[in-house]
C-alpha cells in the first residue's frame, strides 16, 4: 500500500514539474532581461543578483531599477518598489493555511509568494496538491528567476547600450503584462488606472524621476472612492 502511495506522489509531482515548467521559461527570459537591462544601464552585476534573492518580486524589482537608471534616488526606488508589493500581503493570507506547520515554512513560504505561484497552487483541488504545488512551483521559480538573472547580469556588459536592442523596453512591457489580466476583468479597475496614469504623465516634467509613479497611486484612492460609493 505505501508502496502505492509513493507511486501515486511520484506521479502527482511530476505533473506538477511538468505543468510548472512554462512557468519557469517564461520567467526565466524576463530574468535575464531584468539582469541584463540593469548591469547595461549602469548598475553593478551584484545589484540585481542580490535584489533578486533578497527582494523577490519581479514587478518590483524592474520598478525600483528602472527608478534608479532614470537617475532616481534609491528612497523613491525603494518606496516604489514596497508599494508595488503591498499586493503580496493579501496573497499570503489566500496561502497562509497550505504552507505547512512550522515557523520555518511560512518565514521560506512567505518569501516564495508571487502571483504566479499563489495562483498555480490555489487552481488545485485539494489542500494536499495546492501545498505541493506551492513549493514545487515556489522553489522552481525561484530557482529559475535567480539563475536566469545572474545570467543576464553577466551578459549585460557584453550587450552594452541596450537601446540598441530595445530592451529598455522591457521595464514597461513586463509591467504592462502582469497588470493586463486585472485591467481586462474589471472596468472600474481599467479607468482608475487609466486615470492614476494621465496624472502621472502630466507630472512627469515637474518631478524627479521615480516621483510619477509613486503619484500615479492617486488611482488606488479613486478605485477605493468608487468602491465606497458603491457599497462593496
Do not use: K
Amino acid at each position: 500500500m505505501r508502496s502505492l502511495q509513493r507511486t501515486d506522489a511520484s506521479v502527482d509531482d511530476a505533473s506538477l514539474v511538468r505543468d510548472s515548467s512554462l512557468v519557469w521559461l517564461a520567467s526565466g527570459i524576463v530574468g535575464v532581461s531584468f539582469g541584463a537591462v540593469s548591469v547595461a544601464g549602469g548598475l553593478p552585476v551584484w545589484v540585481p543578483v542580490v535584489m533578486s534573492l533578497v527582494v523577490y518580486a519581479g514587478s518590483a524589482q524592474f520598478s525600483a531599477v528602472g527608478v534608479l537608471i532614470a537617475g532616481g534616488g534609491p528612497v523613491a526606488a525603494a518606496a516604489t518598489g514596497l508599494l508595488l508589493n503591498t499586493r503580496t500581503a493579501a496573497f499570503s493570507l489566500a496561502v497562509a493555511e497550505i504552507l505547512g506547520p512550522g515557523r520555518a515554512a511560512r518565514f521560506l513560504g512567505a518569501h516564495l509568494v508571487t502571483d504566479e505561484t499563489v495562483a498555480f497552487a490555489l487552481a488545485q483541488p485539494d489542500p494536499v496538491r495546492r501545498r505541493r504545488a506551492f513549493w514545487i512551483s515556489g522553489l522552481g521559480l525561484f530557482a529559475a528567476w535567480n539563475v536566469c538573472v545572474a545570467g543576464g547580469a553577466m551578459a549585460g556588459r557584453a550587450l552594452g547600450d541596450t537601446a540598441r536592442y530595445g530592451l529598455d523596453a522591457a521595464f514597461p512591457a513586463v509591467l504592462v503584462a502582469l497588470v493586463l489580466p486585472a485591467l481586462r476583468a474589471d472596468a472600474a479597475v481599467r479607468r482608475c488606472a487609466v486615470a492614476g496614469g494621465a496624472v502621472a504623465l502630466a507630472v512627469t516634467p515637474a518631478v524627479p524621476a521615480g516621483v510619477p509613479v509613486l503619484v500615479a497611486l492617486a488611482g488606488l484612492f479613486l478605485y477605493r472612492r468608487q468602491a465606497v460609493e458603491s457599497g462593496s
